[in-house]
């Protein structure tokens, strides 16, 4: 079993959707939470952290999960620059700063 | 800041020869990570090093793959000889040893051997 898992998609949306991702991960010693976003032939690039209170970024939601290990990542009002393939990442604790990278959910914003 | 900077952004090589990827971490960071990326297996961590030192190699392939790290500004990554199954965008990523803020990738070297 993968350490973080996530649908590979594609989530094809039509401009202004509302779309959610989730990711699972393994190791309940887990203890940092991050979405990454990486668009096509680019880096990756961090997105938001996830904090255990749930945290918002415009039109960005994150939510934890801990006792489900579970991650989620809700867009609204989906734009079509919003393209990208999402990544999941996880940390052991925070001194550690290794982090565990999830196979990523590609998004396609359509017009 | 000029970021994290890698060379060659791109490499072709022949099967059996040697290849050299190169970065340059941000400057402060004592912290670097170089990962690899492929369709199959996503983004996978090979090794990384806090202040110069290796720490976590278990992530290279094979005996093929070295790395090295011998001052702060400075981190290479040789694959020798290289095969066809190592073609794949390598990542070189540095951050600050305390916690996991300010994980910055480089623009990632694609490798690919014929």
């Known amino acids: 079993r993968k350490e973080v898992e996530q649908d590979p998609g594609p989530f094809n949306v039509p401009e202004g959707a509302t779309v959610a991702f989730n990711c699972t991960y393994s190791?309940?010693?887990?203890?940092?939470f991050f979405w990454y976003r990486q668009d096509c032939r680019k880096e990756p690039k961090l997105l938001m952290s996830v904090y255990s209170s749930g945290n918002e970024d415009g039109r960005f939601t994150a939510q934890l999960n801990r006792a489900s290990q579970y991650i989620s990542l809700l867009i609204r009002d989906s734009k079509l620059s919003d393209s990208a393939t999402y990544l999941c990442v996880v940390t052991l604790n925070n001194a550690g700063n290794m982090l565990t990278f999830g196979g990523g959910t590609r998004l396609m914003v359509k017009p | 800041d000029a970021g994290v900077i890698q060379s060659p952004r791109h490499e072709v090589t022949e099967m059996g020869q040697e290849v050299t990827l190169r970065c340059k971490p941000i400057?402060?960071?004592?912290?670097l990570f170089w990962y690899r990326q492929t369709m199959m297996r996503g983004l996978e961590l090979l090794i990384y090093?806090?202040?110069?030192?290796?720490?976590?190699d278990s992530g290279m392939p094979e005996d093929r793959f070295s790395a090295k790290m011998p001052n702060a500004s400075f981190s290479t990554l040789k694959i020798q000889p290289s095969e066809p199954r190592d073609s794949a965008v390598y990542f070189c990523?540095?951050?600050?040893?305390?916690?996991?803020?300010?994980?910055?990738f480089g623009s990632g070297t694609r490798l690919t051997v014929v």
């Open positions: 190791n309940s010693a887990s203890q940092s």
């Open positions: 090093f806090n202040n110069n030192v290796p720490i976590d």
């Open positions: 400057s402060g960071h004592n912290s």
């Open positions: 990523a540095s951050s600050l040893l305390a916690g996991p803020y300010g994980y910055t």
